[in-house]
């Protein structure tokens, strides 16, 4: 027996483990709609990969561009070669070495999916996720779920289910609730159709892991004008809603916040932790002092920032390899700034 809605499509409902809460989502799926989920990244925003009405809905619903394409979602036993068209021997490598987790693979597509989620390329970009929510969730629909961040086109990612409501409340039906995001960025986004894997878009997942399992890994440098290959790509991202401006010393974020107070603003500084002290008795949110501790705080410390804050003054942490290629690229979009790669 099918379980009836449990509220109407103007009503978002958080549910986490709870009884009923797949079948609700697989009825919402089934029916075309978009169901937020809970991955060990981001928030997703998910709609059937198959339906070219529900991957609108997306586009619509985040306001998106139309040329950023999608990445579709399985889970870790879904046989991704009714949806690609063949796969180099690395690629069969690195999703053993790295799957499930933050690695979203693109494949020449077989062009089985809606024609929307790939934005008229001839590739599709595939992930598997490894939060035991987004595990269920994929199981249970056994669909390929097309999902960008749950969060309208260029404000912060989410990283909490409460994040996901603030952009969404009544306008979709359903978050699944996985709890707080454990990687915090999104993923990595590596193009698999080449002899050399190339990163399009850098994440949790290190160009050197990459290359350690592969042998090699290039980073992709968009040209000017050329059509996004990868989400994340193109636009100014993860932007919180107040005043940003952006310092490369702590002596700059002084001066900067001390003139917005003086104004009769409400400024705070977002910093690594070994800037804190030279920042005084000023108000600070603690980036935190790896790469890894950056990218899981960053989302969540925009989204406190633009609630209180008039001028949010980000200081540019130290670069230390590793994760915080992915770090300091969407530190510099959030703040409006350009990063060489």
């Not at 199981?139 to 409501?165: C, F, G, M, Q």
């Not at 399009?200 to 990459?210: C, D, H, K, N, S």
Request: charged residues 25%.
């Amino acid at each position: 027996m099918r379980a009836a809605f449990p509220c109407n499509s103007m009503e978002t409902q958080i549910l986490g483990r709870s009884r009923g809460w797949l079948a609700y989502a697989k009825q919402y799926i089934e029916a075309g709609e978009v169901v937020a989920f809970h991955t060990e990244t981001v928030y997703g925003l998910g709609a059937n990969a198959f339906n070219d009405e529900a991957v609108l809905k997306i586009f619509a619903l985040k306001g998106r561009p139309a040329d950023n394409p999608l990445i579709v979602h399985v889970h870790k036993d879904f046989d991704i070669s009714r949806l690609i068209d063949g796969e180099p021997p690395y690629a069969a490598a690195l999703r053993a070495a790295f799957l499930p987790g933050a690695l979203t693979m693109v494949y020449p597509s077989t062009g089985k999916v809606s024609k929307y989620v790939s934005c008229g390329l001839n590739t599709l970009a595939i992930r598997v996720p490894s939060s035991p929510t987004a595990q269920a969730f994929l199981r249970e629909v056994d669909l390929p779920i097309a999902a960008p961040s749950a969060n309208l086109s260029k404000h912060v990612s989410p990283v909490t289910a409460r994040h996901v409501y603030d952009d969404f409340n009544g306008k979709i039906p359903l978050i699944l609730d996985g709890g707080a995001c454990s990687g915090g960025i999104e993923s990595t986004v590596l193009d698999c159709t080449g002899e050399v894997p190339q990163i399009l878009r850098e994440g949790l997942v290190t160009r050197e892991m990459i290359a350690s399992v592969a042998g090699d890994c290039k980073i992709y440098v968009r040209r000017e004008g050329e059509q996004p290959k990868s989400p994340g790509m193109a636009y100014k991202h993860y932007s919180p809603r107040c005043k940003t401006a952006l310092c490369n010393a702590a002596e700059e974020a002084i001066a900067l916040y001390d003139r917005e107070r003086e104004r009769g603003g409400k400024p705070c500084i977002l910093a690594e932790s070994e800037l804190i002290p030279a920042l005084e008795e000023r108000e600070v949110l603690d980036l935190g002092g790896t790469g890894e501790e950056m990218a899981r705080r960053l989302y969540a410390l925009l989204r406190k920032a633009e609630k209180t804050a008039t001028l949010l003054i980000g200081v540019v942490p130290k670069e230390r390899g590793g994760v915080m290629a992915g770090v300091m690229n969407r530190f510099y979009r959030a703040f409006g700034g350009e990063h060489e790669a």
